[in-house]
C-alpha cells in the first residue's frame, strides 16, 4: 500500500458573519492521501473547495477560524506547527498551485529569479547547479526554447505559460504533494489538454500525489482517479472518478452532471434548480431546498453511507437517485440556420483587420508592429448566435474590441443595420453606441463597485433613453426578474453578488439598452457549470424575446456547440473555418478545427489523442503561405511555405481556408477522431 501523506479529521472551518457568528464554509471533511493518489474535488462556487484546498498547507485566511479538525502531515499537525517548521514543509513537501498565476507571479522579477529562490530556500542549490535545474524543469514543461523564457518577465508570457511557470516553481521544491486550485480556468483547449497531461505524467512516473480542485467535470475525469463532491462545505459524495460520474447516487452529483454543455448535443444543459445558500442548518440535509428527490425524512442531516470500500454518499435517498441517472436537456432544439438570401445580416465585417504596436528601445527605429488580426470576414444575423473561437491569442477579443470601438482597425469596416460605424466609440453617436453592447469575461473589471445594481441597471436607460430613475426603476425590476434575480439585488453592491450573479447583472444591463447586437467575450469561461448553464439559459431566453444578434467568442467549444448557429474559427487573426454550427462541429475540414475538437474533454470518454504538434502555441508564427503549417501533421512542405491556402466552399455555406481537397482533409478527421462526430 503506498504511503500516507496527510490525513484531515473531522475539519470545520468558518468566517465572521455578522457581529457575534461564525459562518461555517467547512463542515465535518475527512480526507486521506496517500503517495500517488489522483484526487479531485467539485462543486459550485462558495461550496468550501478553496478553502479546503488552502488547509491542506495548514493556512486559514487571515478573518478564518478553525473550529474544530486537524490536518495531520505524516506525525504532524500543521495548525500547530511553529512558522517555520511549516513554512519548510509548504514548497518542499507540500507545494500549491494557484487559480489565477497571473497573480501568483512577483512582476518585477524574471522566471529564472522566482523558480531560483525555491532552489535555494528548499534544495540549497544555487549557481550554476540551479541554472541547469532551471533549464530542465523549464524543458519538463514542454518550453522549447528553457533559456529565452527564463529571462523573461511574467507580463511577456501567455496566460498557458504562466500557469506552466506556477507549476515549475511549485515542483522545484520535489514536493511529494501537490495541490492545484482550478489551474485551468480561462485556458483554451489545447493549453488545457497540455497542461493536464503534463501533471498526468508527473504523478505515473514520480508518484507525486496531486489535490486537483476544479470546476470542470470533465477535467476532474481526465485527471482524476477520486473525487469529492462538496456542497455547502460537506463532502456529500466521495469515490471513484468512473463510477461516480457514471452513476451518481447524490441529487447534487445528478445536477451537476445534467449542467455540462455535450458536444454532440444542440441543445442547452438543464441548470441546477435555486442557488448555493451561504448560511445553511446544519440539523437537516444541506441540499434540501434544491433537492427533486426530498422527503420528510431529509429534515434530520443524513450521515456519509458507505456503500462500497471505494464510494461514499450523504444522501437517505440514494437508491431513488441512483436508479435515475440518465441526462435531460432542454426540449428546444436552437433556431435553424436563416439563408443568406432570406435575410441580411445586422452585424458585418468586411476585411477587418488590426495590430498592435510594439515600441522599441532606439527612438531612431520606427515602432514594431504586430499583426494581430488579418482580414476577417463575418456576419451575423438577427436572432441568431455567431460563435468565435480559438486558441489564446488568436485574435479573438482583439475583433470584440474593434467592434465595440474600443480599439482602432488598420483597415476594414463594421456595420450594423446596413450602417458603417466608426472605429471609435467616441466618435459614434448615441444610436450607434445603442446599437452595439459588450459583455466582458471579468464583470469585477465592468461593474462600478461603488455604485448598487439599481444604478447600474439606470445608467444605460439615462443615456439612450433619457430616463430618469423613477422611470428606469420597472425596466430594470422585469430585467432582473428575466435574469431571475430577485428586487432585494437593486440595493446589492458588485462585492455582494457571486461571480454568476454579477454576469447577469452585466447582461441585463446589455440588454436594457436594447442593442441589435451584443459581444459577448468569453462571459462564462470562470464560472461552474450549474450558474453556467443559468447563464446560457437566461441569454437564449432574452435572445429570443429581444431578437438579438450574439457574437459569442469562447474557447469552449461544448458551450459553443450549445448556444451557436454558426461558427467561425480564428487561427492567428484569420478565420480558417466557417458554417454553421452543426457542420463545422460534427464535421470539420481545417487541421486546426480538428485539433481543438480531438482536446475537448468529456466525463463520458477518454480524451482523444490530440492533433497538435509539440510546438508551443504561442510561439510566432512563420510569415507567408499558411499560418499553421508549423503545428500541422500533415502540412505540404513546399506548397504550404509559399502559398496561401485558397479558401474552399464546401455544401451548406461551410467555408474552409487549406489547401487540402475534402478528402483528404475528411480522411485525417477520422484518423484523429476515430468517428464521424
Request: hydrophobic fraction near 40%; glycine fraction near 6%.
Amino acid at each position: 500500500m503506498n504511503e500516507l501523506l496527510l490525513t484531515v479529521c473531522d475539519l470545520a472551518i468558518g468566517y465572521p458573519h455578522g457581529a457575534q457568528q461564525i459562518r461555517p464554509v467547512l463542515n465535518g471533511v475527512h480526507l486521506q492521501i496517500r503517495r500517488g493518489d489522483r484526487i479531485g474535488i467539485v462543486g459550485e462556487s462558495g461550496c468550501g473547495k478553496s478553502t479546503l484546498a488552502q488547509a491542506l498547507l495548514g493556512f486559514v485566511r487571515d478573518n478564518g477560524v478553525r473550529m474544530r479538525g486537524s490536518v495531520n502531515y505524516g506525525s504532524e499537525e500543521l495548525f500547530g506547527l511553529a512558522p517555520d517548521r511549516l513554512q519548510a514543509i509548504r514548497g518542499a513537501d507540500i507545494a500549491f498551485v494557484p487559480q489565477n498565476a497571473g497573480q501568483s507571479l512577483a512582476p518585477h522579477r524574471t522566471v529564472s529569479d522566482q523558480i531560483a529562490e525555491v532552489l535555494t530556500i528548499h534544495r540549497g542549490m544555487t549557481g550554476h547547479v540551479a541554472v541547469q535545474r532551471i533549464n530542465a524543469l523549464l524543458t519538463q514543461m514542454r518550453f522549447a526554447n528553457p533559456t529565452q523564457i527564463a529571462s523573461r518577465y511574467p507580463h511577456q508570457l501567455s496566460g498557458g505559460q504562466q500557469q506552466r511557470i506556477a507549476l515549475a516553481i511549485a515542483l522545484a521544491g520535489e514536493p511529494k504533494l501537490l495541490v492545484l486550485d482550478e489551474p485551468t480556468t480561462g485556458l483554451d483547449v489545447t493549453t488545457q489538454a497540455q497542461l493536464l497531461a503534463l501533471i498526468h505524467e508527473l504523478s505515473r512516473d514520480t508518484q507525486l500525489a496531486t489535490v486537483l480542485v476544479s470546476h470542470d467535470l470533465a477535467v476532474i475525469a481526465q485527471s482524476c482517479q477520486r473525487v469529492l463532491v462538496m456542497y455547502a462545505g460537506s463532502v456529500v459524495e466521495d469515490g471513484e472518478v468512473s463510477h461516480i460520474f457514471r452513476q451518481p447516487s447524490h441529487p447534487y452529483t445528478r445536477g451537476l452532471l445534467a449542467a455540462i454543455p455535450d458536444i454532440t448535443q444542440a441543445r442547452l444543459p438543464v441548470p441546477l434548480p435555486g442557488q448555493l445558500r451561504h448560511m445553511v442548518d446544519s440539523t437537516q440535509c444541506v441540499f434540501l431546498d434544491r433537492c427533486q428527490f426530498a422527503q420528510p425524512d431529509c429534515a434530520v442531516a443524513p450521515p456519509l453511507i458507505q456503500l462500497t470500500p471505494q464510494q461514499a454518499v450523504r444522501c437517505h435517498h440514494w437508491q431513488t437517485v441512483t436508479q435515475q441517472v440518465d441526462r435531460k436537456y432542454d426540449t428546444t432544439l436552437l433556431p435553424p440556420v436563416a439563408a443568406a438570401s432570406a435575410q441580411a445580416p445586422v452585424l458585418q465585417l468586411t476585411a477587418l483587420s488590426a495590430t498592435y504596436a510594439r515600441p522599441t528601445w532606439q527612438w531612431w527605429r520606427p515602432t514594431k508592429t504586430i499583426p494581430v488580426v488579418q482580414q476577417v470576414d463575418l456576419h451575423v444575423q438577427a436572432g441568431q448566435t455567431c460563435a468565435l473561437v480559438g486558441e489564446s491569442g488568436s485574435g479573438k477579443s482583439t475583433v470584440a474590441r474593434v467592434i465595440a470601438g474600443l480599439h482602432p482597425p488598420l483597415h476594414g469596416d463594421i456595420t450594423v443595420d446596413g450602417m458603417r460605424l466608426h472605429a471609435d466609440v467616441a466618435q459614434r453617436s448615441a444610436p450607434q453606441r445603442q446599437q452595439v453592447q459588450l459583455i466582458f469575461q471579468n464583470p469585477d473589471g465592468s461593474l462600478n463597485p461603488r455604485h448598487t445594481v439599481a444604478e447600474i441597471l439606470y445608467r444605460p436607460q439615462a443615456v439612450f433613453f433619457g430616463r430618469t430613475r423613477a422611470q428606469a426603476l420597472p425596466h430594470s425590476r422585469d430585467m432582473l426578474q428575466k435574469m431571475r434575480l430577485d428586487d432585494q439585488y437593486l440595493e446589492r453592491l458588485p462585492r455582494q453578488l457571486s461571480g454568476g450573479e454579477k454576469q447577469r447583472v452585466a447582461i441585463a444591463r446589455a440588454f436594457l439598452a436594447d442593442p441589435t447586437v451584443i459581444v459577448c467575450d468569453e462571459i462564462v469561461s470562470a464560472l461552474d457549470v450549474s450558474v453556467q448553464a443559468a447563464v446560457l439559459q437566461v441569454l437564449v431566453d432574452m435572445q429570443r424575446i429581444h431578437g438579438t444578434a450574439l457574437l459569442f467568442i469562447s474557447h469552449d467549444l461544448a458551450v459553443v456547440r450549445a448556444i451557436a448557429q454558426t461558427v467561425a474559427v480564428l487561427f492567428a487573426g484569420q478565420i480558417c473555418e466557417h458554417g454553421p454550427a452543426e457542420s463545422v462541429m460534427t464535421t470539420p475540414h481545417h487541421p486546426y478545427t480538428i485539433m481543438l475538437l480531438s482536446a475537448v474533454l468529456s466525463v463520458a470518454k477518454p480524451m482523444h489523442s490530440m492533433a497538435a504538434s509539440t510546438a508551443d502555441p504561442v510561439q510566432a508564427v512563420p510569415a507567408g503561405g499558411c499560418p499553421f503549417r508549423h503545428r500541422c501533421a500533415i502540412a505540404i512542405a513546399q506548397r504550404c511555405a509559399d502559398q496561401i491556402p485558397p479558401v474552399q466552399q464546401l455544401a451548406n455555406g461551410h467555408q474552409v481556408r487549406c489547401h487540402h481537397p475534402p478528402a483528404v482533409l475528411h480522411a485525417y478527421r477520422q484518423d484523429i477522431l476515430h468517428l464521424d462526430m
